[in-house]
Nanobody, 124 residues
Framework: QVQLVESGGGSVQAGGSLTLSCAAS????????MAWFRQAPGQEREGVAT???????RYADSVKGRFTISQDNAKNTLYLQMNSLKPEDTAMYSC??????????????????WGQGTQVTVSS
């Protein structure tokens, strides 16, 4: 009974910042991966960032240096800090999770649980 609920999306101008949150419930594992994905109209779903049990992170090349993934285990919340936003960052952003994973991948097929998504729109 895993539930993921995203929040924090909205509309910003290019160069601005947003922080997305993903509240998780019913999620317990000694090893796990959490991740953010995004999908723009007419495009395939793209892996944005992942974070594992040990805090190790991975990022898509398109967001390296601009986005930061983090987690607060006490609050069961995943975050995505997005800085220097560009119009091409416009997409529906979803959080995802998988249990018992030794490696955290940027592939959507790797994840079993998904939130509903939150829209991020960046205007020029």
């Amino acid at each position: 009974q895993v539930q993921l609920v995203e929040s924090g999306g909205g509309s910003v101008q290019a160069g601005g910042s947003l922080t997305l949150s993903c509240a998780a419930s019913g999620y317990t594992s000694n090893r796990y991966c959490m991740a953010w994905f995004r999908q723009a109209p007419g495009q395939e779903r793209e892996g944005v960032a992942t974070i594992g049990t040990d805090g190790g992170t991975r990022y898509a090349d398109s967001v390296k240096g601009r986005f930061t993934i983090s987690q607060d285990n006490a609050k069961n919340t995943l975050y995505l800090q997005m800085n220097s936003l560009k119009p091409e960052d416009t997409a529906m952003y979803s959080c995802a999770a998988v249990r018992s994973s030794w490696w955290c991948l940027l592939s959507p097929n790797h994840y079993d649980y998904w939130g509903q998504g939150t829209q991020v729109t960046v205007s020029s």
